[in-house]
Structures are given as structure tokens and as C-alpha cells.
């Protein structure tokens, strides 16, 4: 990193950039508190970050507001100005700066990852691209589409699904319903299973009309030789791509591969759309919200939104076309083509096929802009609660977590939402606890917050902006540490404690007291309701399940509602052997006599299963 400017020695003074190279870089702007309010990239450092520390006056309002802003700086010194390029937008999305345009949504946008390094590779969602062989698709900025086009894809080219790849005897039911080839019982040879996967790839990077004359191909081998259930099989499949296909709008006579992008915006909030066109198709359409102030210019605005989005993106089109054009083209062209490793223009078109195309992303960039404003009311209490907990925005989705169990046994976990302050009952879940011994809340929650967000990010689901966890201080650290394990972010998380109603929030040692009329207390009571609820009904399902399957069962004197009676005080037949008989006989319908009868009975058990577990 390069050196660091000095600090002003009181309210006014300038940073000289004497002592700064000529060379190309980045710079990082912060204000008097040492907040980084700014990065930017320059191809001379020195001169650039003379127009915010000089005196002449500046025509543009936004340098003005930086440089009254400005206190220190920092700049890191690259070889090139596309290295300056690809480091500017890394820094963007780590501190998100203030004055720099923005992603709105600060989470890692979903992929579809298809693991060809494996002999027998898998498709499924992820939000973490790595240089690991596989192959990915995205970034989707709407994860339900994404889902459809997952499930889509594994109907038309099946594939396996499992984590981990075993040999087997037998196949699982997936192959049974056709949605697995089953390499694990050697059903399909590993060359046949990647043509299938082969194919898969087609399909989700547009190029489907391949893939019909190919499967088409195998379909007449296959007729030709008389496999003629491998033939319908093929003919099924061609009718499934065509469906798809039919679907898909014809953008432009040429078979070409291109992104259009066009961007609308009002006042501080804006949406950029990504139409994905492949070979002459409309295979896609990304809508991205943004954010930037009020002095960002339209320039800037599209600039910063093609380094940040394209810096994650999977592929890269041959061409990508913008509704303006931009000074920074040429950098950021040479940059997306050595990220491609060919070549990759930016144009700004305008006339003919391609201006209409312009138009076209322009009127779906301003549907989505006005779709997004209509669905920014939120209701009172989630305007309410989101102004309370000081939060950037309103907290449209919020999940819960609860724990119940019975002094530690049938212990389980579930987690809720709501959305925009209504149930959003397909987002609910429930897990048995699995590492945790005894009545310790506390780990129970870290363990189901861990398993639930560590899922929710592979599957990429959508993220909370508010995680209530039903307890004190305790619980909410553990929260905090399992969501910070994960990866995570974007999402606040706090504690409501059952006794006061009081309100934890991390890095603060007091509880909050939420009026009790406020309609945000109200709402966050009704959550931790539901989720109680939703616990309690769930752990009761395994009592009954486990009263049904019982060593209780063979005991003389203890039918049905004995047995149910004793479940339900402690809550499994392992604790009714730790208690005493008297306290066995205080259970309603149980006298000493059965007490004791139980009571012998479990405790042969108990060395039986000791006996068993020594001679194994």
C-alpha cells in the first residue's frame, strides 16, 4: 500500500499531495472521523487528487462536497490502470463509501455451480465462486427465478444431487422418478453422464437450440438401433427444451451473444437492467437496485454499476451495450477482457437493431424502477421498528428462532419470517438439535441460527434484514457468533427477553424498553408468538412419536395413557429412568406399585444396553 496522507492539523486545512506518485492507483478519501467517504481510481494519482485538496473551484458539485469533506487520504500505487480498475470496486463493495454508487443489495448474489472437477459432477446454488475447476452461472438477482431455472434444468438433464459420492447396490429414489442416471450403482457410465451434463451447460448459458439438435441426433441413433424407450426418453426431453425455447423473445436477427444494459433513476434510488440476449434470444432479464447521492452523475452511475456487477459475473458476453456513453469504456472494456480472456467491447449505439434493443432494456429498467417504488410501502410497525432499531432501512423480512425441549431431551429448534409484518409460512423450518447434551439454550441456538443461514446461503435463499432470537444477552451473543460464522451479512440481530419484554441489541450493555403501545413492540411480540408456537407444535409432534415408540411399550401395568402421562413430565423414556420412584409415582394414574414395576424394568434395560454396547 502506498503512503498515507498526513493529517490536517485543524478544521479546513488541505492534504498536499506533494509526496503522491504520477502514477496509476487508487485513492480512498475519509473525513475528519477517519470514515472512508470515497474511493476512486485515477490513471495519475498526483493530479487527481489535486482537484480535491486545490483551491480552484470546481464545475462539479459532487468534487465540491468531497473536497469539503476531505481530511485525510490514503492511495495504494498499481501497475496498471486496469489493476487500479478491478481494486477500485473491491474496495467499493468492502466499505461501501458513502459516495460511491452502490448495489443496494450488500449480500453475495446467488449462482448456479456445476462441479466439473468431480467425476460425476452436480449442479446446485451457492453465493461463493471459487477457482476450484467448477463451472458457474449468474450472478441472479432473483433467487426464486434462479430456483425455477435450477429445478427446471434437473428435470430436463438429470444429475445427481447427493453432497457426497458413494457406490452403492441400489439406487435412491431420485433415479426411481428419473431425476438421477444413478452413476453410484454404475446405471451410467462417467462418459455418458458428462454428455448429459455437457448439455446442461448449454442450456443455462443459451444455447438451447444446440442442445435440441444434438439430443435430436441421439434420439434417431437410438430409433436406428431399436432402444426405443432411450428414444422416447431423448423425444420427452427436445419437447420439454422446445416448451422453453418458445418462451424465450426473439430480440434480433442475428445469432448473436450480448448483454444490454439501461439504467433509470429517481432521486437517490435507481434500477440497473441486464438483458441477457443468446444467440438472438432473450434467455434473461437481471434487475439490480442501486444506490448513490443525490450529486452522483449519470456518468458515474453506470460506470460504477458495470465495474461492480460485471466484476462478479460468471460469463461475459462478447458485447455489452449502454444506454450512454462513458468515458471510462476503454478501461473497463480492457479489463472484462482479460477477465474473458477475449475480447469484449462496450458500446453506445445509436441507430438501428441495436438502439431498439437500448429501448427495450430502457422500458424494463423503468417498470422495474416503478415496481420497486410501489413496493417500498411498508407497513407502520416495520417502518416503526426499523426507524427504532436505527436501522438503513426498513426491516421488510424478519426471521425468529426459538428452542423448546423437555430439560434437554427431544430438544429441537425452528426458525420463521415474516414478511412485511405477515407470516411467509415458506420460509419456515425445523431441525432436531444434533451436537448439544443437555438444557444449554444457548448452544441450541448457535447450533440451529449456524445449520439455518449456512443452508440458506448455499440454496441461495434470501437473507433476514432483522434475526429475533427469543431470549437475554446470552442468546443473542450466541446468535451474533453463529451468523458471523457463516458469512452472513447484512441482517441485524437482537433479543427479545420473554420476563420485561426487553429488547438486546449487540455492542450496547443496557436492554431497549419498547413502548408499550408502539406498534413495533406489538409486531416483535407476535413474531416471538408465532415461532413459540410453531416450536412448541413441532416438539410436541415428537413426543407423540416418541410416546408410539417406546421401550415403555413392554412394560406390564402401562398402556396407552400411562405411557403418554409419563412422556409428557419427562419427556423421554431415558429421563423417566433417571428419576426415583417416588417421583415416577407422583405422575398422574401411576401409584408406587407401578412406579416400581417401570422403574426395575428400565433399569434392566439400562444394563442390558451397557452389555450390548460392550460386547460390540
Not at 435412491?172 to 451447460?201: D, F, M
Not at 445469432?255 to 433513476?265: L, S
Not at 460504477?304 to 468515458?327: N, T
Not at 406498534?519 to 416483535?524: P, V
Amino acid at each position: 500500500m502506498g503512503a498515507s496522507g498526513k493529517e490536517a492539523q485543524k478544521k479546513g486545512a488541505r492534504v498536499p499531495p506533494r509526496r503522491v506518485p504520477t502514477c496509476s492507483g487508487v485513492y480512498l478519501l475519509r473525513d475528519a472521523n477517519g470514515r472512508i467517504i470515497y474511493v476512486g481510481k485515477a490513471r495519475n494519482l498526483r493530479n487527481r487528487l489535486r482537484t480535491y485538496t486545490g483551491k480552484r473551484e470546481l464545475p462539479d458539485h459532487k468534487a465540491q462536497i468531497l473536497r469539503s469533506r476531505l481530511s485525510t487520504f490514503d492511495y495504494i500505487v498499481t501497475e496498471s490502470e486496469t489493476e487500479a480498475l478491478v481494486l477500485e470496486s473491491n474496495l467499493i463493495k468492502e466499505h461501501r463509501p458513502r459516495y460511491n454508487v452502490k448495489l443496494k443489495d450488500d449480500k453475495r448474489y446467488p449462482f448456479i455451480k456445476v462441479t466439473l472437477a468431480e467425476s460425476f459432477p452436480r449442479a446446485y446454488v451457492t453465493r461463493a465462486v471459487k477457482e476450484d475447476g467448477s463451472r458457474y452461472f449468474g450472478p441472479y438477482t432473483d433467487a426464486r427465478a434462479m430456483r425455477r431455472t435450477l429445478r427446471l434444468v434437473r428435470h430436463m438433464f438429470p444429475a445427481r444431487t447427493c453432497k457426497t459420492f458413494k457406490l452403492r447396490p441400489r439406487p435412491c429414489l431420485n433415479h426411481q422418478i428419473g431425476r438421477c442416471p444413478a452413476p453410484c450403482s454404475g446405471k451410467v457410465t462417467e462418459e455418458e453422464y458428462r454428455r448429459g451434463i455437457e448439455e446442461l451447460c448449454l442450456f443455462l448459458s443459451g444455447h438451447a437450440e444446440e442442445v435440441v439438435s444434438r439430443l435430436d441426433n441421439r434420439m434417431k441413433q437410438a430409433v436406428s438401433s431399436l432402444r426405443f424407450e432411450e428414444a422416447a426418453t431423448l423425444r420427452d426431453r427436445i419437447a420439454d427444451i422446445d416448451k422453453v425455447v418458445e418462451r424465450q423473445r426473439v430480440l434480433t436477427a442475428t445469432r448473436v451473444d450480448r448483454d444490454v444494459v439501461a439504467i433509470d433513476h429517481h432521486e437517490q434510488y435507481g434500477v440497473a437492467s441486464v438483458v441477457r440476449i443468446r444467440g438472438g434470444k432473450m434467455i434473461g432479464c437481471e434487475n439490480v437496485p442501486l444506490e448513490f447521492t443525490a450529486e452522483t452523475s449519470r456518468e458515474e452511475m453506470r460506470a460504477g454499476f458495470l465495474k461492480q456487477f460485471y466484476s462478479v459475473a460468471a460469463e461475459l458476453p462478447p458485447e455489452i451495450l449502454v444506454d450512454e456513453d462513458m468515458r471510462e469504456a476503454e478501461a473497463i472494456s480492457t479489463w472484462l477482457r482479460k477477465r474473458a480472456g477475449r475480447a469484449v467491447s462496450i458500446r453506445f449505439p445509436k441507430r438501428g437493431e441495436k438502439l431498439q434493443l437500448i429501448a427495450f432494456a430502457r422500458e424494463n429498467a423503468k417498470t422495474a424502477l416503478r415496481r420497486a417504488f410501489d413496493n417500498r410501502q411498508v407497513p407502520k410497525a416495520v417502518a416503526d421498528l426499523g426507524l427504532f432499531l436505527n436501522m438503513k432501512r426498513p426491516p421488510r423480512l424478519i426471521s425468529a428462532v426459538d428452542i423448546s425441549n423437555i430439560q434437554g431431551t427431544l430438544a429441537v429448534g425452528t426458525v420463521i419470517s415474516f414478511r412485511d409484518a405477515r407470516p411467509d409460512r415458506a420460509l419456515y423450518r425445523k431441525y432436531r438439535i444434533r451436537t448439544v447434551k443437555g438444557s444449554d439454550d444457548c448452544a441450541m441456538i448457535y447450533e440451529v441460527v449456524r445449520r439455518h443461514f449456512s443452508a440458506a446461503l448455499r440454496e441461495g435463499q434470501e437473507l433476514p434484514d432483522l434475526l429475533l432470537v427469543d431470549g437475554g444477552k446470552g442468546q443473542l451473543r450466541k446468535a451474533v457468533e453463529a451468523v458471523r460464522r457463516t458469512g452472513a451479512r447484512g441482517m441485524t440481530v437482537v433479543a427479545l427477553a420473554k420476563r420485561e419484554e426487553e429488547l438486546f441489541v449487540p455492542g450496547r450493555a443496557s436492554a431497549l424498553l419498547i413502548p408499550d403501545e408502539s406498534a413495533a413492540k406489538r409486531l416483535l411480540q407476535r413474531i416471538r408468538d408465532e415461532v413459540h408456537r410453531f416450536s412448541i407444535t413441532y416438539h410436541r409432534s415428537l413426543r407423540k412419536k416418541a410416546a408410539r415408540e417406546s421401550i415403555l411399550d413392554g412394560i406390564a401395568g402401562v398402556g396407552g395413557s400411562r405411557k403418554t402421562a409419563l412422556l409428557e413430565r419427562f419427556g423421554s423414556a431415558a429421563a423417566v429412568a433417571e428419576r426415583s420412584e417416588d417421583e415416577i409415582a407422583e405422575v398422574s394414574g401411576i401409584g408406587i406399585r407401578t412406579a416400581r414395576r417401570i422403574k426395575e424394568a428400565l433399569e434392566q434395560e439400562g444394563r442390558g444396553g451397557r452389555a450390548r454396547k460392550r460386547s460390540d
